[in-house]
Nanobody, 125 residues
Framework: QLHIVESGGGLVQPGGSLRLSCAASGFTLDNYAIGWFRQAPGKEREGVSC????????DYADSVKGRFTISRDNAKNTAYLQMYSLKPEDTAVYYC??????????????????WGQGTQVTVSS
């Protein structure tokens, strides 16, 4: 059975760091780009970052560029989102999702399937 599970969220002070993980089971991630999204209370879900199936190309939303780093380890069937210099406005539920193909082509929800259940990130002093 196919599952995607995010982990690594939590409460962190402004300026702190967290690393989120996105682990897949029941299938291999090798052939698919992976996207990270987030949704804050009362706001629409937004795309944060994407990495191609090979890991050779990445994309970031302007709001996180220079602070977040996406990566993947296909041998471990896992993707990561390393977050530095966290701000209160980064507070949200973070989701990872499997793209329909190997390339990053935006963050429209219909371009992704197999979403995880999300992990809460709270940035607060």
């Amino acid at each position: 059975q196919l599952h995607i599970v995010e982990s690594g969220g939590g409460l962190v002070q402004p300026g702190g760091s967290l690393r989120l993980s996105c682990a897949a089971s029941g299938f291999t991630l090798d052939n698919y780009a992976i996207g990270w999204f987030r949704q804050a209370p009362g706001k629409e879900r937004e795309g944060v970052s994407c990495i191609t199936s090979s890991g050779s190309d990445t994309d970031y939303a302007d709001s996180v560029k220079g602070r977040f780093t996406i990566s993947r380890d296909n041998a471990k069937n896992t993707a990561y989102l390393q977050m530095y210099s966290l701000k209160p406005e980064d507070t949200a539920v973070y989701y990872c999702a499997l793209s329909l193909g190997p390339y990053c082509s935006g963050y429209a929800p219909w371009e992704y399937n197999y979403w995880g259940q999300g992990t809460q990130v709270t940035v607060s002093s």
